[in-house]
């Protein structure tokens, strides 16, 4: 009966690679309709434990439940979006096509793609502000407006849980409003959010936030997580040995694809 | 015109080797499409390879050939898989050692007796111009096979290409369909080296695949550009082969990988001129 109420929740687990933990004792839940910001640097563990969440990493202990079973048994009902993308920059696929593939898993292998799938593939590429590059080829647009795209990709899959690996590295501030408007309206239609973020202003317009560093620091109300102490003991552990005018740096948005 | 037509009707044997040729240009092709994609090339190579000393095998044991290839081609793909799974050196260096390894095994068996010359040299370069029949009927069968595989499996191959987090997401294990994808291109190839030889097959594999990509803007574009320049590039190559009398499998794969090169350095000059049209206008 609590299945039902909870879209994710976790007690005591550990997540990590090869039976190896990099963050313990998480122990969180998320509702329809909520969201929740994961913060913290680099390396602290954002991304293993969304990771885990969709499945892509199995949990190394505890309990995971996501979509009422466990992570990665519920393809429709789940959309994802990496840190990275592997070579999707290079294949001779047009904007549409990309956003087309988040379609894929509800129309399975063979099933035809309708008229009402070309209307959300629209419809999400305007939402992201990425309508009129529908035509142009992935591999001649910028960083920016590729990530946008993914973004679009995730939306079309009209998922109830939306994982989503710092998306907002790369874009422009007008980009980066629209997706944070993006996110209010799927939170309005009951979609759950989780988002992996550097950027403290974005993770206070959350519902829940989790600052990690490689342990769980802290688990609320973003205004009680992510206050001045905490946010320097968390990101404190990585700037150990490093001048104390630093800080600011590593609390504004980072582009982890700068290279 | 009788230069391009005759050599084919006044000889059955172009005629069947013209036939099988566009069979492999079809079927390597469509399984080239999804190892450019996925960025496989090398993958490619160490497969064509590895059938080697299988069939060298297979003669020495007096089995057929494509059974002896079929063995090479599966302890390639195990062997690749076990050596990218369990160690920390990158994919290139695995499969370079397990590549140049097959070969010098295949070499090693094959030199055993100085009679087998003659087979070496089939195994490495085809014999297009000796298909029989039955050749061809085995050849049409694996066009549709490897056609029917890549259409009904289209969606996870190209979020496999894309990217294999998100084929796992949709709920389609990346593992299972990359050894999938694996094994459509080993049927390819163990379909084909009768006709282009071992060697050559990963120019079939590659070239038009590869010209598809330059100049499609979309998967299937770029898989129907590679069976037509594939296809034309068989019926080019024979025909320079008959009238110069040079090797047939061979000529056909000059004639792809040309092609290719010929695409590559047109849209090039192009691209520059571009760039220095757009250098223009920015000065002035």
Redesign the interface.
Known sequence: MTASTSVIRTEGLAVGFQGKPVVSDISISLRPGESIALVGTNGSGKSTLLKTL???LAPISGSIEVLDGVP?ST??R???L?QF????G?????AR??VM?GR??R????GRITHDDRKIVAKSMQRMGVADLAGQ?LRSMSGGQQQRVYIAQVLAREADLLILDEPTAGLDAGSAERYLQVVQEELQRGASVATATHDIGEAMTFDKAILLAGRVVAYGLPRDVLNADRLLEAFGIALRGIPHNGHQDLLSPQDPHGH | MSWFVTPFVDNPFLLRALIAGILVAVSCSIAGTFVV???LAFLGDALAHGVLPGVAGALLLGLPGLLGAAVGATLMIIGVNLVTSRSRLSNDTAIGLLFVGMLALGVVMVSRSSTFTGDIVGILFGEILGVSVQDLVQQAIAVVVIGAVSW??A??F??L??????A????WPSRRYHLLMLVMVAVAVIMSFQTVGTLLVFGMLLAPAGSG?LL????P??MGWAVLIGSLSVYAGMLVSYHFDLAAGASIVVVAVLVFFAIFAVQAVRQSLRDRQAAALATS
Do not use: K
């Not at chain 1, 129309?107 to 063979?110: C, F, Q, T, V």
């Not at chain 2, 499609?216 to 998967?219: D, E, I, K």
């Open positions: 969709v499945g892509l990665g393809p429709r789940i959309g994802y990496g993308h592997a070579a999707g290079l294949l001779p696929l047009q096509d990309v593939m894929y898993p129309r399975g292998l063979l080829p | 994609l996925r960025g009904v499996f969606r996870p190209l979020l290409s894309f990217d294999p987090e998100q796992d997401v949709a709920g990509a499609a803007r979309s998967v574009a770029m």
